[in-house]
T-cell receptor, first 112, second 115 residues
Framework: GQNIDQPTEMTATEGAIVQINCTYQTSGFNGLFWYQQHAGEAPTFLSYNVLDGLEEKGRFSSFLSRSKGYSYLLLKELQMKDSASYLCAVSDRGSTLGRLYFGRGTQLTVWP | NAGVTQTPKFRILKIGQSMTLQCAQDMNHNYMYWYRQDPGMGLKLIYYSVGAGITDKGEVPNGYNVSRSTTEDFPLRLELAAPSQTSVYFC??????????????FGPGTRLTVL
């Protein structure tokens, strides 16, 4: 099966940098996704990692270490609108159907 | 494109009632999924489909049924609503793309309360 763990809550101030960690255990890793979900809305795709290393996309970056079963999402120059839940999801190689397994999400609150 | 659409947005059901949650996508995606999200919990997969006429169970299928008669539509049926089915339901879809890369697009959700 899959076991995905991420912190429940984090807080930060506007303009700061925050790192949201995600650890996972899976029988056949085939990629890791980060989604952003604002309260009352649908999740929206942020990033995807399948190889080790850092993927940068504007203010957001995502890092993966497959040997450690570890990823993080780095948010720079935080803005109030970044207050949301951040979901880590793992794709399993054993699933040919693109099935994702989601963590519980990390609720980020950005203070002025 | 409208993307993934879901109706209704909100619904209150009495115990034992039945209803169908509608989901449609206009992106010609092969794969479609139904998730439920309970407060403080991650998304749990209920059912999924790889194409018209093909469906299969996810992690939490009990109390639900699905059908996929067309590529565009993937309705979720609750036959005998129970309070444990109070949740937010998301439909998602993705294209049959590169192995492993499978960004899913989500609909806006249906908030269901069973009293």
């Amino acid at each position: 099966g899959q076991n995905i763990d991420q912190p429940t809550e984090m807080t930060a101030t506007e303009g700061a940098i925050v790192q949201i960690n995600c650890t996972y255990q899976t029988s056949g890793f085939n990629g890791l996704f980060w989604y952003q979900q604002h309260a009352g809305e649908a999740p929206t795709f942020l990033s995807y990692n399948v190889l080790d290393g850092l993927e940068e996309k504007g203010r957001f970056s995502s890092f993966l270490s497959r040997s450690k079963g570890y990823s993080y999402l780095l948010l720079k120059e935080l803005q109030m609108k970044d207050s949301a839940s951040y979901l880590c999801a793992v794709s399993d190689r054993g699933s040919t159907l693109g099935r994702l397994y989601f963590g519980r999400g990390t609720q980020l609150t950005v203070w002025p | 494109n409208a993307g993934v659409t879901q109706t209704p947005k909100f619904r209150i059901l009495k115990i034992g009632q039945s209803m169908t949650l509608q989901c449609a996508q206009d992106m010609n995606h092969n794969y479609m999924y139904w998730y439920r999200q309970d407060p403080g919990m991650g998304l749990k997969l209920i059912y999924y489909s790889v194409g018209a006429g093909i469906t299969d169970k996810g992690e939490v299928p009990n109390g639900y049924n699905v059908s996929r008669s067309t590529t565009e539509d993937f309705p979720l049926r609750l036959e005998l609503a129970a309070p444990s089915q109070t949740s937010v339901y998301f439909c998602a879809s993705r294209i049959r793309g590169l192995a492993g890369y499978n960004e899913q697009f989500f609909g806006p959700g249906t908030r269901l309360t069973v009293l």
